[in-house]
Each structure stands twice: as C-alpha cells, then as structure tokens.
C-alpha cells in the first residue's frame, strides 16, 4: 500500500509488489488525485526508491533518479532511525487499516482501488479532524492545492533497465527483441534502457546506437554496425545471400536454395557462405 499525506488530506494507493515501477505509478496516480505534484516528496528508505541511504548523499536507484528528475521532484528521504520525520504518515497507513480495510472484502484489486479513492475523499477527507478540527479536504482546497505544481499532460513511460552482451552476430537482445550494435563491440557487456519507444545502449555511460522499441521477437539492425562483409549473415538476410550464390551460376543457385529450404533457414546460412567462398577460390564452374 502507498500512502500519500497532505495537510492530512490522504491519498491510498493499493499495489501487490514494491518496485520502482509500482512506487512511480503511486505517484502518478496521487498526481492525478490531488490535481497537481508535490514541491517536496519525502519518502522513506526504500530500496525502489533509495539503493543506499544516507543522510546527506543518498545514492538513489536509477529508475527512481530518471523519474524524479522528469518530473522535476525535489526528493528528500526521511532520516534512518528518525521517527519524527514520517509520523503523520504512519498514522494514515494505521487509520486506513482500520477504517478503510476492516471488515471489508473486494473483488479485485481494481475494485478496490476505486473504493479507496471514494474513501479518501469522503469519508477521510471530509470527516472532522481530531487534532486540526477541520475538514481535511476542505483545508486542502483552501490552502494547499493552490501551491502545488501542475499535474503532468503525460503519461510516464517507466524505463526498464538491462545489462547485456553483445553477441557475434553484434546483436544485444533487450525485453524479448534484437537490437544491433557497432561490431567492435562484440563480446563485450553494455547497459540497454527500453521505454516503450525507443531503445538507448549504452558502453562505458555513453549512448552507441538508438533504435526504435521492437514487440516481441522483433529484430532492429542498422547496417553501420557490422563489419564489411558479414552484414547479410548478421542481418540474416536469407534472401540476399540466396541471390549473391545464384550469381555465381544456376547449379550453385539451386544447391544454395535447396541448403536454405528449412523451417529455421539462418541456421544453414553458414553453409551457403562456403559455397560461395568455394565459387570464390576456385570458379564458378568446377564447383
């Protein structure tokens, strides 16, 4: 559960995992609930959001770092062992137990959700406050929700993050697709950043190639990447080597064809290749 706390007025956000994907789309959501962003969040030490704590340099995960400075957050963690600077949100997460969840029962979590929200703005938002005596969502709407920063126009893609390595054919796969790279990377390890639209590697902290996102099983290659000479094969462009063995003569053309006549025609690919190396050596006609 992700709760949210402003000038008592709080926000419930429900999800099974604690990553940083989940903890970022609690944020949007609170975004969206309250009609505009936070000029400070503090959060607590958690790992999807803090890799190390620390008081004065905390190293923040990379996922969490890349969103807040999208959305232009000021991020200040609340302090190990410092009970005083998260308080008043431990008394929310404890009042939406007992108020919200006892005795309850949902059909999904979807359908909780929409509860919750229902929840905290009327029963939560408008119940009269034991400390302030006031309406929460009342003083809220007076006070607060005027200094907020505006809401964002767009949806956040949330990044995924992967370390790969580039294989012989200088292709690195990311999120079940292909993606090629410069040759002299091969067998070498690069960080790869998919977003839903674009694909960014990167070697040694610097951007090599940019392609767009692919579905499932797609293959992405720019020619620049490969060594002269092996682009077909790396490309595996089954089609093109076919012509360039028929443009040696008619026989080498059939036996290539015939070579290639399988279900899974890049795996014979290499063979095709010494025939055409064969042609290469010694003539189209002895061989």
Same mark, same amino acid.
């Given at each position: ?94 009042? +939406? ?28 938002? *408008? ?15 007076? !006070?607060?929700?005027? +200094? ?36 002299? !990377? +091969? ?46 094969? =790396? ?6 080597? =076919?012509? *360039?063995?028929? =443009? ?7 036996? +290539? ?31």
């Amino acid at each position: 559960m992700f709760t949210a706390v402003l000038s008592r007025y709080c926000f419930v956000y429900l999800t099974f995992s604690q990553t940083t994907a989940a903890v970022i789309a609690g944020c949007e959501a609170a975004w969206a609930f309250y009609g505009g962003m936070f000029t400070v969040l503090v959060p607590d030490n958690l790992k999807p959001v803090v890799d190390k704590a620390d008081r004065l340099e905390p190293r923040w995960n990379r996922e969490w770092l890349e969103y807040a400075q999208a959305r232009g957050l000021v991020v200040d963690p609340a302090r190990v062992r410092s009970p005083q600077d998260k308080g008043r949100v431990e008394n929310g997460v404890k009042f +939406a137990q007992r108020s919200f969840f006892a005795g309850e029962q949902f059909e999904s979590i979807g359908h909780a959700q929409r509860l919750a929200e229902d929840w905290c703005r009327n029963r939560a938002g *408008m119940r009269v406050h034991g400390t302030t005596r006031q309406r929460p969502a009342e003083v809220f709407a007076q !006070l607060e929700a005027p +200094a907020l920063l505006p809401a964002p126009e767009q949806p956040y893609r949330v990044p995924a993050w992967s370390e790969a390595k580039v294989q012989r054919d200088f292709h690195v796969r990311a999120q079940n697709a292909f993606y090629s790279v410069p040759y002299r !990377l +091969a067998g070498q390890q690069v960080t790869v950043r998919a977003d839903g639209t674009l694909v960014k590697i990167y070697h040694r902290g610097q951007v090599v190639r940019t392609h767009p996102q692919q579905p499932p099983g797609g293959r992405a290659s720019d020619a620049a990447d490969f060594q002269p000479g092996t682009d077909v094969y =790396a490309r595996r462009d089954v089609d093109k080597l =076919a012509r *360039m063995a028929a =443009a040696r003569g008619e026989a080498i053309g059939v036996y +290539a064809a015939r070579i290639l006549d399988t279900p899974l025609p890049w795996t014979r690919m290499r063979a095709v290749y010494a025939l055409i190396g064969l042609a290469r050596t010694y003539g189209s006609d002895p061989v």
